[in-house]
Nanobody, 123 residues
Protein backbone atom coordinates (compact mmCIF):
# COMPACT_ATOMS: atom_id res chain seq x y z
CA UNK A 1 0.00 0.00 0.00
CA UNK A 2 1.31 3.45 -0.95
CA UNK A 3 -0.21 6.73 0.12
CA UNK A 4 0.60 9.84 -1.88
CA UNK A 5 0.22 13.47 -0.83
CA UNK A 6 0.80 16.31 -3.28
CA UNK A 7 1.72 19.86 -2.34
CA UNK A 8 3.10 23.01 -3.91
CA UNK A 9 0.21 24.09 -6.06
CA UNK A 10 -1.04 27.66 -6.15
CA UNK A 11 -1.72 30.73 -8.24
CA UNK A 12 1.04 32.03 -10.49
CA UNK A 13 1.25 34.46 -13.38
CA UNK A 14 2.01 33.27 -16.87
CA UNK A 15 5.74 32.81 -17.32
CA UNK A 16 6.22 31.93 -13.67
CA UNK A 17 7.32 28.73 -11.99
CA UNK A 18 6.06 26.27 -9.41
CA UNK A 19 7.49 23.10 -7.95
CA UNK A 20 5.07 20.36 -7.02
CA UNK A 21 6.02 17.72 -4.50
CA UNK A 22 4.53 14.29 -3.92
CA UNK A 23 5.38 12.61 -0.63
CA UNK A 24 4.90 8.86 -0.47
CA UNK A 25 4.42 6.58 2.50
CA UNK A 26 5.90 3.12 2.77
CA UNK A 27 9.34 1.58 2.63
CA UNK A 28 9.15 0.48 -1.01
CA UNK A 29 8.94 3.88 -2.70
CA UNK A 30 12.20 3.23 -4.52
CA UNK A 31 10.67 0.30 -6.37
CA UNK A 32 7.79 2.29 -7.91
CA UNK A 33 7.67 4.22 -11.14
CA UNK A 34 5.93 7.55 -10.61
CA UNK A 35 3.82 9.74 -12.79
CA UNK A 36 2.21 13.16 -12.86
CA UNK A 37 -1.17 13.71 -14.47
CA UNK A 38 -3.44 16.73 -14.64
CA UNK A 39 -7.11 17.41 -15.11
CA UNK A 40 -8.57 20.72 -16.22
CA UNK A 41 -12.26 21.56 -15.68
CA UNK A 42 -14.44 19.72 -18.15
CA UNK A 43 -11.54 17.69 -19.52
CA UNK A 44 -10.23 14.19 -19.02
CA UNK A 45 -7.23 13.50 -16.84
CA UNK A 46 -4.12 13.63 -19.01
CA UNK A 47 -0.56 12.39 -18.73
CA UNK A 48 2.13 14.96 -17.95
CA UNK A 49 5.35 13.12 -17.00
CA UNK A 50 6.70 9.87 -15.68
CA UNK A 51 9.94 8.65 -14.11
CA UNK A 52 11.28 5.17 -13.49
CA UNK A 53 12.21 3.79 -10.07
CA UNK A 54 15.82 5.00 -10.29
CA UNK A 55 15.29 8.36 -11.96
CA UNK A 56 17.31 7.34 -15.00
CA UNK A 57 14.33 7.36 -17.38
CA UNK A 58 11.85 10.17 -17.83
CA UNK A 59 9.11 10.86 -20.35
CA UNK A 60 6.94 13.92 -20.98
CA UNK A 61 3.91 14.89 -22.96
CA UNK A 62 4.95 17.11 -25.86
CA UNK A 63 3.29 20.28 -24.60
CA UNK A 64 5.42 20.38 -21.43
CA UNK A 65 8.70 19.05 -22.85
CA UNK A 66 11.46 21.55 -22.10
CA UNK A 67 9.35 23.43 -19.53
CA UNK A 68 8.65 20.76 -16.90
CA UNK A 69 11.11 18.46 -15.16
CA UNK A 70 10.22 15.36 -13.16
CA UNK A 71 12.69 14.12 -10.57
CA UNK A 72 12.77 11.99 -7.44
CA UNK A 73 14.72 11.56 -4.22
CA UNK A 74 14.18 8.02 -3.06
CA UNK A 75 15.82 8.63 0.31
CA UNK A 76 13.09 11.20 0.97
CA UNK A 77 10.23 9.20 -0.59
CA UNK A 78 9.45 12.22 -2.76
CA UNK A 79 8.89 12.93 -6.42
CA UNK A 80 8.91 16.46 -7.81
CA UNK A 81 7.55 18.28 -10.82
CA UNK A 82 9.39 21.52 -11.56
CA UNK A 83 7.22 23.65 -13.82
CA UNK A 84 8.74 26.63 -15.59
CA UNK A 85 7.38 29.06 -18.19
CA UNK A 86 3.87 28.28 -17.06
CA UNK A 87 0.99 29.06 -19.40
CA UNK A 88 -2.72 29.55 -18.67
CA UNK A 89 -3.30 26.24 -20.47
CA UNK A 90 -1.38 24.52 -17.66
CA UNK A 91 -4.18 25.35 -15.21
CA UNK A 92 -5.46 22.09 -13.75
CA UNK A 93 -5.51 19.85 -10.73
CA UNK A 94 -2.23 17.94 -10.73
CA UNK A 95 -2.09 14.38 -9.45
CA UNK A 96 0.84 12.12 -8.72
CA UNK A 97 0.54 8.38 -9.14
CA UNK A 98 2.58 5.26 -8.45
CA UNK A 99 2.92 1.95 -10.25
CA UNK A 100 4.89 -1.18 -9.50
CA UNK A 101 5.17 -1.72 -13.23
CA UNK A 102 7.27 0.19 -15.76
CA UNK A 103 6.79 3.93 -16.26
CA UNK A 104 3.86 4.57 -18.54
CA UNK A 105 1.72 7.32 -20.03
CA UNK A 106 -1.38 5.23 -19.49
CA UNK A 107 -3.75 6.28 -16.70
CA UNK A 108 -4.86 2.72 -15.95
CA UNK A 109 -1.26 1.65 -15.44
CA UNK A 110 -1.12 3.38 -12.07
CA UNK A 111 -2.53 1.79 -8.94
CA UNK A 112 -2.03 4.53 -6.35
CA UNK A 113 -3.11 8.16 -6.62
CA UNK A 114 -2.84 11.28 -4.54
CA UNK A 115 -5.68 13.69 -3.88
CA UNK A 116 -4.38 16.37 -6.23
CA UNK A 117 -3.13 19.93 -5.93
CA UNK A 118 -4.56 22.90 -7.81
CA UNK A 119 -2.36 24.90 -10.16
CA UNK A 120 -3.80 28.10 -11.57
CA UNK A 121 -1.91 30.20 -14.10
CA UNK A 122 -3.24 33.69 -14.76
CA UNK A 123 -2.69 35.52 -18.03
Amino acid sequence: QVQLVESGGGLVQAGGSLRLSCAASGRTFGSYAMGWFRQAPGKEREFVATIDYSGAFTDYVNVVEGRFTISRVNAQNTVYLQMNSLEPEDTAVYYCAATSGPPTRVYSGYKYWGQGTQVTVSS
